[in-house]
């Protein structure tokens, strides 16, 4: 069975410091790992993804995490965050047909 | 393209009563989903539809059903409300294999 485990409920972190996310995960197959983030009153929009390939993904507005299968994690970083970066942060993992979520990480970036 | 619609946005329910919460998208996906978010629980899922015609229960299907109508619309009923499902509810759909999903606004759902 697959599973992600977010062990993180809640980050506060100032603003123009560097945040990391952490993000676990158990597959007895091969994994598709996904980040989304959520907006207050919105639907989870993707960051980023790894399928294959470069174990480093990265997204369009900074974020970027990597693929470790030896300690089965795929943790999300950004070097200097914005206000605007508020957000609940979902790890996910593809199974067959289906998407296993973490239970969310909440940043909060503080001015 | 509107890429996922969730109707409604919001509604009360009384316990015991039904309702149908309606998704449809509109980028030709294969599969579709629905989840219920509840705070510390991050998303579960209800039921998901990996093509048009099929249908399969996901880790929380109890006091639900689904109707895949065609390959754009997947409506989710409540046949009998209960105060445990108060929660907010989104709809989602994927395209090819493992790719990522792509999710509706949601559906705040409150039961008296």
């Known amino acids: 069975a697959q599973s992600v485990t977010q062990l993180d409920s809640q980050v506060p972190v100032f603003e123009e410091a560097p945040v990391e996310l952490r993000c676990n995960y158990s597959s007895s197959v091969s994994v598709y790992l996904f980040w989304y983030v959520q907006y207050p009153n919105q639907g989870l929009q993707l960051l980023l993804k790894y399928l294959s390939g470069s174990t480093l993904v990265e997204s369009i507005n900074g974020f970027e995490a990597e693929f470790n299968k030896s300690q089965t994690s795929f943790h999300l970083r950004k070097p200097s965050v914005h206000i605007s970066d508020t957000a609940e942060y979902f790890c996910a993992v593809h199974g067959t047909y289906k998407y296993i979520f973490g239970t969310g990480t909440r940043l909060k970036v503080l001015a | 393209n509107a890429g996922v619609t969730q109707t409604p946005k919001f509604q009360v329910l009384k316990t015991g009563q039904s309702m149908t919460l309606q998704c449809a998208q509109d980028m030709n996906h294969n599969s579709m989903y629905w989840y219920r978010q509840d705070p510390g629980m991050g998303l579960r899922l209800i039921y998901y539809s990996a093509s048009e015609g099929t249908t399969d229960k996901g880790e929380v299907p109890n006091g639900y059903n689904v109707s895949r109508l065609n390959k754009r619309e997947f409506s989710l009923r409540l046949e009998s409300a209960a105060p445990s499902q108060t929660s907010v509810y989104f709809c989602?759909?994927?395209?090819?294999?493992?790719?990522?999903?792509?999710f509706g606004p949601g559906t705040r759902l409150t039961v008296l």
């Open positions: 989602a759909s994927s395209g090819r294999e493992n790719s990522e999903q792509f």
